[in-house]
C-alpha cells in the first residue's frame, strides 16, 4: 500500500472517529441534562415529603382503628 493510500485511509479513520466521538460527546450532555432534571425532581419531592412529615397529622398514624 502506498504512503498517499494509507494517509487517505487514516484521514477517514479519524473523521469517522471524530463524528463518533462529537455524537458520543452530544449523548452524555443530554444525559447529564436529564439527571439534572431527575435530581432537581427528586429534591422537590422530598422537600415536599418533608413538609407533610412536619405537618403531621396527629397521632392516628401509628395506632389501631378503634374496631380492633
Known amino acids: 500500500m502506498s504512503d498517499s493510500k494509507r494517509i487517505d485511509a487514516l484521514e477517514e479513520t479519524i473523521a469517522h472517529q471524530t463524528k463518533e466521538i ?4 452530544a449523548l452524555v450532555r443530554d444525559q447529564w441534562k436529564r439527571i439534572d432534571e431527575v435530581t432537581h425532581a427528586l429534591m ?5 415529603l418533608t413538609e407533610v412529615e412536619e405537618a403531621g397529622t396527629g397521632p392516628h398514624e401509628n395506632t389501631r382503628p378503634p374496631h380492633y
Do not use: G, H, K, N
Open 44 to 48: 422537590r419531592f422530598r422537600d415536599r
Open 22 to 25: 462529537e455524537e458520543l460527546s
